[in-house]
T-cell receptor, first 110, second 114 residues
Framework: GENVEQHPSTLSVQEGDSAVIKCTYSDSASNYFPWYKQELGKRPQLIIDIRSNVGEKKDQRIAVTLNKTAKHFSLHITETQPEDSAVYFCAARGTYKYIFGTGTRLKVLA | EAGVAQSPRYKIIEKRQSVAFWCNPISGHATLYWYQQILGQGPKLLIQFQNNGVVDDSQLPKDRFSAERLKGVDSTLKIQPAKLEDSAVYLC????????????FGPGTRLTVL
């Protein structure tokens, strides 16, 4: 069946460094790829998304890249700050259905 | 704009008991999703409604879980009887329609089955 693999499961970086999280999807019909940030005990919040007709999208310190041929997409956070610490989920939407990755716990060390 | 509302926020029950969760999506949103999020995992889609019709319930354990959205607005998710492995956060989300990409999540209901 369809699945989304996400790596790494945990990531620790020093404040000010960059963080990269990678996802691979299996459903070639997937056309929309959102990234969510989830703080402890809170709901997932959409932080950035990309559609299949775009290769890269940037919003201040956050960027997402998509390689449709290889079926993978990545989240890049630059100049990380302690408040970036959270669990990040990628997702891929195929035919009306979202499949989520397993999550990456990001810790930004001050 | 009011967000997705869910209640209760927390529920503790014993195994074999029944429980029901309620969701009120963002006004005007035709598509409603119920997800199960087990601790340390990503959300898993249980059921998706388009207005009051089911679009996908392939991952809903139908022997114990049921959901309805009778008037195409609010929705309830029921578990009967509950098992220990049902302990999770149940998230409701909505989007304008199933072709619109962005879905918005509610705060979730944390279920503990003892």
């Amino acid at each position: 069946g369809e699945n989304v693999e996400q790596h790494p499961s945990t990531l620790s970086v020093q404040e000010g460094d960059s963080a990269v999280i990678k996802c691979t999807y299996s459903d070639s019909a997937s056309n929309y790829f959102p990234w969510y940030k989830q703080e402890l005990g809170k709901r997932p919040q959409l932080i950035i998304d990309i559609r299949s007709n775009v290769g890269e999208k940037k919003d201040q310190r956050i960027a997402v890249t998509l390689n449709k041929t290889a079926k993978h997409f990545s989240l890049h956070i630059t100049e990380t700050q302690p408040e970036d610490s959270a669990v990040y989920f990628c997702a891929a939407r195929g035919t009306y259905k979202y499949i989520f990755g397993t999550g990456t716990r990001l810790k930004v060390l001050a | 704009e009011a967000g997705v509302a869910q209640s209760p926020r927390y529920k503790i029950i014993e195994k074999r008991q029944s429980v029901a969760f309620w969701c009120n999506p963002i006004s005007g949103h035709a598509t409603l999703y119920w997800y199960q999020q087990i601790l340390g995992q990503g959300p898993k889609l249980l059921i998706q409604f388009q207005n009051n019709g089911v679009v996908d319930d392939s991952q809903l354990p139908k022997d114990r879980f049921s959901a309805e959205r009778l008037k195409g607005v609010d929705s309830t998710l029921k578990i009967q009887p509950a098992k220990l492995e049902d302990s999770a956060v149940y998230l409701c989300a909505s989007s304008l329609d199933r072709r619109t990409d962005t879905q918005y999540f509610g705060p979730g209901t944390r279920l503990t089955v003892l």
